[in-house]
């Protein structure tokens, strides 16, 4: 398979990665459950009638999308795939709650309508009226990853030059209080977090969107070389470093021609772990984490997508971001390693472009 | 297409069997399985009909030997029981023997739990094991663990297209030489959320579903799980691999009409047919049987039937039937469970009745067949779309 170029990148997340100058205001946040994705002013994108009936996940798609398309110059994506984990929450929780509170009675159907986790990549289609390739990626943590292998296949077999690839989850009030229930959130009293040697499981969940356009052809805007995508369902903790070295291998990159690579350090005792055993392997990279800055969730690596696109574009990092002392003077090859509570594994090798 | 993909395996369950034996048997005398409501609790348990699949959790958890504190819901246990069938009838006996994948589709995964107990977690301590298992990409993973599988596994969620896409994507993984070998289809069981979600947009029959008739009411909903196995033409000679059929050709698009509904002219629908006659690189006439889409839906037949004859031709659209008057629609599974119908169609040479049909519509002139048909098969299309403008379609051909 040949490499496909991400030529364009927006991104919604708790940051404020919409403005130019986000890079020099990233704020780490640590000592609350959840974080919340900053609004964009919606009005300037969607007719107010409007706004008030979507949810937010869907708000948030149809504005990073919005700029995705404008910044690489296109108009009619060949395909539009959008990753997912947790699909319309917010509406499916409305319809829900609908259900239960009135006895299956008196319903309306907006909310069910707007609940199929294929509502995303469905409005953007119809807003663009685009009749391409249409697909909805649901998996527990490596969405965007299968979006962005399925965007490559697609250019590969001659069906697409241009592809439009998105991740989106959004937090909803309910949901979040079951997460806590189960401690899939942090305890309270485990706050702060430690996101890089946490002793306590848990994480800090937040929500965002970030959309992408891969195309055939390097651009002048291009940011990277999309080189390859692996997922694995299931990796042991003790087969970490084969399946990074494996990976590395198939692509003909030595552990040392890896510059930068992003960990999903979530501040989770447990399945941090695998982090660390990936690290190991990286003496003379630089290591970069994130989720400090994104919370974890579904589709946390829309997030490190976006900034390892800009780190390879402008050929800066964030101190922020840095977990050791390593820098090298040009940025060539990063890797992206992404994983959910140790489970769905995924590897991205992204290459300047 | 350049390369065909070889389907060397399949498994079913629905409401008319709980295997690919038992289904066949059900389609080819004609006995459906649409009944009054009794796996889950609703109010419309008297009024809306179903294609339920009688057998309790409790049933399947013991059928598939799981441990008593396993926190797999009903989509994932029906998905285990047809993918269970279907990795055993492709004779695979080291799943991780080759690069294998799954590519599963669900629209609810764990909700038909999580409607249960969503007031009430908190008072239900050892009921909180499931609050993981209520997002569509848990269902997934369950499947795989259960099958040994550790490799390349992905969720789609197109709504009622979704096992068309995962059955497309997993021949394009082939394809490319990502994986030797994939597994794919869907599962959707029943839920209150559905049921009540299709009731509001008042699109379900009170009385039997009547696919392609003039007076039909809507659907009756059901739940399934259906996969079948696809190799690669180096595994197949490898193994010396016995193939049902091939897969050869697979089109999506999207109708981008309405959230719900589809458009007039069933562009959508006539984007995805014509885009799998491209990569088959079959003719239209070569199209001998075409397993539609056919909800009951007033909506969905007469689009549907406007884009089968913007394709073929008036006069000229190969014959048809809905199979859902037997199961129901099954949503994200219902491109899987087609396809093993499709699958049977074309080993047995037979058309499986469209049932309940009595008036054809006064929009066209589109009968179905509606008595078992003897009928040598070498080609079948299948449709299959869903809400947000998601239209697929599959053309299988005989090995």
């Keep these: 398979m040949s490499a496909v170029y991400i030529n364009s990148a927006s991104c919604i997340s708790v940051q404020d990665t919409l403005k130019e100058n986000f890079f020099q205001n990233l704020n780490p946040e640590n000592s609350v459950q959840t974080l919340k994705a900053i609004d964009p002013n919606y009005k300037e994108f969607i007719p107010p009638a409007m706004i008030r009936r979507m949810s937010k996940t869907v708000k948030m798609s149809s504005v990073a999308s919005h700029y995705a398309l404008k910044e690489a110059g296109i108009e009619q994506p060949d395909a539009i795939i959008v990753g997912t984990g947790m699909g319309c929450s917010q509406d499916s929780e409305k319809f829900l709650k609908n259900v239960i509170d009135n006895h299956e009675e008196f319903l309306t159907p907006t909310f069910f309508i707007q609940s199929t986790h294929n509502t995303v990549a469905g409005q953007i289609a119809l807003g663009l009226q685009c009749h391409a390739y249409n697909f909805t990626y649901v998996n527990t943590s490596s969405s965007l990853e299968f979006s962005f292998l399925d965007a490559k296949l697609q250019i590969n077999d001659g069906e697409a030059d241009n592809v439009l690839v998105g991740s989106t989850d959004e937090q909803t009030g309910r949901t979040m209080e079951l997460y806590c229930l189960n401690n899939t959130i942090k305890k309270e009293e485990d706050l702060p977090a430690d996101y890089l040697h946490s002793e306590t499981n848990g994480v800090i969940w937040g929500e965002g969107a970030a959309f992408f356009v891969l195309g055939k052809n390097k651009t002048n805007n291009s940011y990277a070389r999309l080189k390859n995508i692996q997922i694995s369902s299931k990796v042991d903790l003790d087969e970490t470093q084969d399946f990074i070295d494996g990976f590395l291998a198939q692509n003909n990159v030595k552990n040392e021609d890896i510059d930068a690579v992003i960990l999903g350090f979530s501040g989770d005792a447990k399945s941090d772990l695998y982090y660390t055993k990936a690290a190991e392997l990286f003496p003379a990279s630089t290591l970069l984490y994130y989720k400090h800055l994104s919370g974890e969730f579904n589709t946390a690596s829309g997030f490190s997508t976006f900034m390892a696109c800009h780190i390879l574009k402008d050929q800066q990092i964030p101190d922020v971001m840095m977990i050791n002392d390593v820098k090298k003077g040009e940025v060539r090859n990063i890797l992206l390693y992404n994983h959910l509570a140790g489970e769905d594994h995924s590897l991205v090798l992204l290459e300047r472009a | ?399």
């Design chain 2, 1 to 399: 297409m350049n390369q065909k993909i070889a389907i060397t395996g399949m498994g079913i369950i629905s409401s008319i069997g709980n295997n690919v034996e038992e289904n066949f048997v059900s389609l080819k005398t004609g006995r459906h399985g649409i009944s009054d409501i009794q796996m889950f609790e609703t109010r419309h348990a008297g009024t809306f009909k179903t294609g339920e699949i009688k057998k309790s959790n409790e049933e399947l958890v013991q059928q598939l030997q799981l441990s008593e504190d396993n926190n797999i819901t009903r989509t994932s246990l029906l998905g285990m029981v047809a993918a269970k069938e279907a990795v055993e009838s492709a004779g695979i006996s080291d799943i991780n023997g080759y690069r294998t994948g799954l590519i599963s589709s669900t629209s609810v995964g764990g909700m038909d739990v999580t409607e249960k107990y969503f007031y009430s977690y908190e008072d239900f301590p050892e009921k909180q094991k499931y609050i993981d298992a209520h997002d569509a990409g848990n269902s997934s993973l369950a499947i795989a663990d259960y099958l040994g599988l550790k490799g390349m596994v992905s969720t789609i969620s197109t709504a009622c297209s979704s096992a068309a896409n995962a059955i497309m994507m997993g021949a394009k993984l082939i394809r490319n030489g990502v994986l030797d070998r994939v597994i794919v289809g869907g599962t959707d069981s029943l839920s209150k959320f559905t049921l009540n979600g299709f009731n509001t947009l008042m699109i379900l029959t009170d009385s039997y579903n009547t696919p392609f008739d003039n007076d039909r009411k809507g659907l009756n909903l059901g739940e399934a799980a259906a996969y079948i196995v696809l190799e690669s033409d180096e595994v197949v000679k490898k193994e010396n691999k016995k193939v049902l059929a091939y897969l050869s050709g697979y089109g999506n698009a999207n109708d981008a009409h309405h959230q719900t509904a589809s458009s007039e002219n069933g562009q959508g629908a006539f984007l995805a047919m014509q885009q799998a006659l491209k990569v088959s690189g079959l003719n239209k006439e070569n199209i001998d049987y075409i397993n539609v889409h056919g909800t009951a839906t007033p909506n969905n037949d007469l689009s549907e039937g406007i884009a089968m004859i913007r394709i073929f031709g008036e006069g000229q659209v190969p014959e048809f039937s809905s199979t859902k008057a037997f199961t129901g629609h099954t949503l994200a599974a219902a491109a899987g469970i087609e396809a093993v119908y499709s699958i049977l169609a074309m080993q047995h040479g037979v058309i499986f009745p469209n049932l309940n049909f009595k008036t054809k519509m006064e929009e066209f002139d589109l009968t179905p067949i509606t008595e078992l048909k003897e009928k040598s098969i070498h080609h079948v299309l299948s449709n299959s779309f869903g809400f947000g403008g998601n239209c697929s379609t599959l053309i299988f051909s005989k090995s």
